[in-house]
């Protein structure tokens, strides 16, 4: 069975004319870059959170990197993620100098384990290795448990960075993502692929002013105009201060205005995304197929829609992403263990140092869904894969 032979993506960004007419009138204006958009956007996401202060930044990997130094990362320190996310995940750590390590994740959720946390603790406060931050990842949407992570930190005594590229406009708690009742920092990814797009971007929010004064430094040289952080006083009006190893990791007045414009639609997207969602988990009822269980503390984003073949259809799963590939239909894998791949092998780990990761990348597929998938292409999409078990 054929439908179309355009290729389904199994994400996609959704540009409206408003958003298009946003970006026109930044490059009719007086400012590409450093203008009035940048705060704005930072100041609705802040106001979308509920969280005191938003921090924008070219993309959600330089967020991450910032969120770590601000909280003081450095050559001395060990920083846990989890082994099934973006590597972006665990390089932060590394740019500053730091070891990472990973805690393995819980098989039903695709989370952070909660209890290999535990356990992974109590162990390293044996040996005095403790981390100094845990950076959990809310997979395709769904929150961690952060109310378990956050009474480890306050127990163990590290910090935490929500990896939330893929849960803005999710719940936990009846409360938005980002609102950091449960962390230091949460960072958010706008590329072209998550729940709303600036092209490319991130934020970094955070509750400690402290924590963002240092992050919007870090984003920009690690240069301040303002007096009050200045170590003499001010030469004159052109004088600035570099007093931190910053980046030039700031977000353009275009990509903010895309932003802005996109974030008015963020709950209709996650919505929408959510009626799918439950369309497919409804239709795969009765095949050998596990979904991420849903807690009923969480309300997900969906940014990624991800299977998991239970029994004997495990040993199908590689056919199974070609064969809907063959069918147009772009399957994917979120994600390969971070800790398998070879820059992380050269570290010293071994693939059976998280064994639930190695068994959820053996068994784990994502398939399409964004907002503007069809009834058509779903229905394809659901035939295709029935007919294939
Ligand atoms: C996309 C993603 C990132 C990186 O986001 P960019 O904005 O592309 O830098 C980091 N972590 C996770 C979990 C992601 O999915």
Redesign the pocket.
Same mark, same amino acid.
């Given at each position: 069975m054929t439908m179309t032979n355009k290729v389904i993506p199994y994400g996609k960004q959704n540009i409206s004319q408003h958003d298009i007419d946003a970006v026109v009138d930044v490059l009719k204006s007086d400012w590409l870059t450093q203008g009035p958009k940048v705060p704005a956007f930072e100041q609705a996401i802040a106001d979308y959170c509920d969280v005191n202060f938003a921090c924008a930044t070219n @993309?959600?990997?330089?967020a991450?990197h910032i969120a770590c130094l601000a909280l003081g990362v450095g050559e001395s320190d060990i920083v846990w993620t989890s082994p099934i996310?973006?590597v972006?995940?665990a390089n932060c750590a590394l740019y500053c100098g730091a070891k990472v390590d990973f805690v393995d994740i819980d098989l039903d959720t695709g989370n952070m384990s909660p209890g290999e946390l535990e356990q992974k603790l109590i162990s390293a406060k044996k040996i005095d290795s403790l981390p100094k931050v845990v950076i959990p990842?809310h997979l395709a949407g769904q929150s961690c448990d952060m109310k378990a992570i956050y009474e480890l930190a306050t127990k163990y005594g590290f910090k935490i960075i929500e990896?939330a590229?893929?849960a803005i406009g999710a719940k936990y708690l009846d409360k938005s993502v980002g609102n950091c009742d449960y962390s230091d920092i949460t960072?958010f @990814?706008?590329?072209p692929?998550?729940i709303i797009t600036s092209a490319?971007?991130?934020m970094a929010v955070t509750n400690s002013q402290t924590l963002d004064k240092s992050m919007k430094r870090l984003r920009s040289h690690g240069i301040t105009s303002n007096p009050d952080e200045m170590t003499e006083p001010s030469h004159g009006p052109w004088y600035y201060q570099q007093i931190d190893l910053g980046f030039n990791y700031r977000m353009t007045e275009l990509q903010a205005a895309l932003g802005l414009s996109q974030l008015k639609k963020l709950d209709q997207f996650v919505a929408e995304r959510n009626k799918l969602a439950n369309i497919y988990t409804n239709e795969f009822k009765n095949l050998p197929i596990s979904h991420l269980h849903q807690s009923s503390q969480s309300y997900s984003s969906y940014?990624l829609y991800i299977i998991r073949l239970t029994g004997d259809a495990v040993k199908k799963h590689k056919e199974l992403i070609c064969s809907l590939r063959e069918h147009n239909i772009t399957s994917h894998l979120h994600y390969i263990p971070i800790h398998i791949q070879p820059y992380y092998q050269a570290l010293g780990f071994k693939k059976s140092d998280f064994p639930n990761a190695i068994e959820y990348y053996h068994s784990a597929l994502t398939i399409p869904l964004h907002p503007k998938l069809t009834n058509l292409e779903q229905d394809y999409i659901i035939k295709t894969i029935i007919e294939f078990l």
């Open positions: @993309s959600a990997t330089s991450l996310s973006f972006a995940s990842v990896d590229s893929h960072v @990814s706008f590329h692929v998550k490319e971007g991130g940014h």
